[in-house]
């Protein structure tokens, strides 16, 4: 879509980057900064200039397919017997442009197990600073905070909430849970308003806040939307450019694969990096034999529907304001692993009383372990995404426990009085079984899938890529997204995800 300097004058770029997504924008924008180096970011959607987003996609309200720029992926039916949505956005700024907005961070804990795994340099006390430099946001601590950064990060206020997720803090606060005001602080576990990056309702993706006006004149950095990229080109075990789904191809003398969990180690596979098995089923040729596909996990979403009294339930915007954060049973020490989010995600027509909202169910902590495949070799073809979901006790249970806690929350004055029934699961389902049963028939993806190409030390079997995004055993390749998150986080994973990449691109370019 933007003019094509670099091939034009015949110049190879220094780096290639394959989509322009969370992370994709975030390393053409820092990487770009150093005008010797030459950067080209290839976009499979549309890249619309900074300010010319159609109101589908920059309205926050709007979400996943709802945008009209999503990949169209549906999972295996796997456990659960039934195929479900895994949205992806498909658009310069990549999912962050169709997402729920949410704007919190990893936790510690988190990072603690990533470094259990042998990960060095991950710890929340380094990357602390890489949070504070994508940020920039009034409130809060400043230890805590980046006031400057490309990516505007909003608290909400108990008062722009609607009166359904003011009441549900209030049940919440009157069940014992604490009220907090910062999600990104110290003390982010709690019943609070969310955290966000819209501002004035606009969801402000990576493609407005990183590659703004200013960053897309750089004469070192040329941007083309409506480019599929197949595969990566290699000579010998060094990349050298990537083969477009066109037949045409681009030399780089670096390539960094920011397609995501889905579009990154689809790539891979294509490329013939992945388990070689796999490979040679499908007559590609090995480069590298390695477990691509083979832990992605993604986290749960069960929605509990309620139909509310039409008189009492007011304004329905923001859809997503707020939000109880806090751990299950069955968690370990300083994880937070269930999110409870009061939202007007519900159409109205399902409710009897003609109004409705639901308490979204997120479990962020699964141990079902799902793969990504290739149904073939077209670039065309959607991956085999086969989420696993449900597929152990635990994951069951925890989502449970979940339930259990929003009914509780959802049977407490002030939500009480709001609310006219609950109709899904309905007030019958009590029993374990019953629970199970429902959460197994309707259960959805968070649109939180990472690990299908790991990051790890070098003695760790699971790990794709270096603690710098590196692809094992090869040169010239890196994968910088969502798919090197080695495991899942207690947070929605967009901020962690810009975050990372602003983290490889200090340490690795520098
Ligand atoms: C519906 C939904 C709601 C979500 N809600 C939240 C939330 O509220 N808060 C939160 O923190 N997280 C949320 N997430 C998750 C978060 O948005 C993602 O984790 C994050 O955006 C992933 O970033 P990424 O860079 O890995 O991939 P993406 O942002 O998906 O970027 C990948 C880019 O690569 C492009 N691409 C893929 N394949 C190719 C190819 N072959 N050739 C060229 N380009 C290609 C894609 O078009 C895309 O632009 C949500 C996600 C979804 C889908």
């Not at 549900?168 to 009220?179: E, H, L, P, Q, T």
């Not at 939307?225 to 789904?245: E, H, I, P, Q």
């Not at 979403?301 to 915007?317: E, H, K, M, Q, S």
């Amino acid at each position: 879509m933007s003019s094509s300097s670099t091939e034009e004058a015949g110049t190879r770029p220094d780096v290639l980057i394959v989509g322009g997504g969370s992370a994709g924008a975030v390393l053409a924008a820092r990487l770009s900064e150093d005008p010797q180096r030459r950067v080209l970011l290839l976009e499979a959607g549309p890249a619309y200039p900074p300010d010319g987003y159609p109101d589908k996609v920059a309205d926050s309200d709007v979400v996943g397919g709802f945008t009209g720029h999503d990949w169209g992926y549906m999972t295996e039916p796997g456990v659960i017997g039934r195929p479900v949505a895994a949205f992806r956005g498909k658009v310069l700024g990549g999912s962050s442009a169709v997402n729920g907005g949410a704007a919190v961070r990893a936790l510690p804990a988190d990072f603690a197990r990533w470094a259990e795994r042998g990960l060095r340099g991950w710890a929340f006390d380094e990357v602390l600073r890489d949070y504070r430099t994508l940020e920039n946001t009034p409130g809060g601590e400043d230890h805590w905070h980046g006031r400057s950064g490309p990516q505007p990060v909003r608290q909400l206020s108990y008062e722009d909430l609607t009166p359904v997720q003011q009441a549900f803090i209030d049940a919440a606060a009157a069940n014992g849970i604490v009220k907090t005001s910062d999600l990104n602080g110290p003390s982010p576990a709690g019943a609070a308003a969310f955290t966000k990056n819209v501002v004035d309702g606009i969801r402000v993706n990576t493609g407005m806040a990183y590659l703004d006006s200013a960053v897309r004149r750089r004469p070192n950095l040329e941007i083309r939307g409506d480019v599929l990229v197949d595969r990566v080109v290699f000579s010998g075990s060094r990349a050298t450019g990537v083969a477009l789904a066109d037949g045409t191809t681009v030399q780089a003398a670096e390539v960094v694969l920011s397609a995501g969990t889905y579009g990154s180690a689809a790539i891979l596979l294509r490329s013939g990096v992945g388990p070689s098995g796999d490979l040679q089923a499908l007559e590609i040729p090995v480069v590298a034999d390695l477990p691509v596909g083979r832990h992605l996990v993604d986290q749960l979403f069960y929605y509990i529907a309620y139909a509310a009294r039409p008189d009492l339930i007011g304004a329905v915007t923001p859809a997503v304001g707020s939000i109880v954060w806090t751990a299950s049973s069955h968690t370990e020490p300083g994880e937070l692993d269930l999110h409870l989010i009061a939202q007007h995600t519900f159409d109205p027509s399902q409710s009897p009383t003609g109004a409705g909202f639901v308490i979204a169910v997120g479990m962020m902590h699964p141990s079902s372990i799902g793969s990504l495949t290739l149904a073939g070799r077209d670039p065309d073809l959607a991956p085999r995404i086969d989420l696993n979901m449900l597929a152990t006790a635990e994951d069951r249970a925890r989502l449970i426990e979940g339930i259990r806690l929003a009914r509780r929350i959802a049977a407490t004055s002030p939500l009480a009085e709001i609310i006219d029934s609950e109709l899904s699961p309905g007030a019958t389902a009590t029993s374990e079984a019953d629970l199970e049963a429902a959460v197994s028939a309707t259960i959805e993806s968070y649109g939180h899938p990472i690990a299908s190409a790991p990051m790890g030390a070098d003695d760790d079997s699971r790990a794709v890529v270096d603690r710098l995004g590196n692809v094992r055993g090869l040169t010239g390749l890196r994968v910088v997204d969502a798919s090197i998150l080695p495991d899942p986080i207690s947070a929605a994973p967009n901020l962690t995800v810009i975050m990372a990449a602003e983290h490889i691109a200090r340490l690795a370019y520098q």
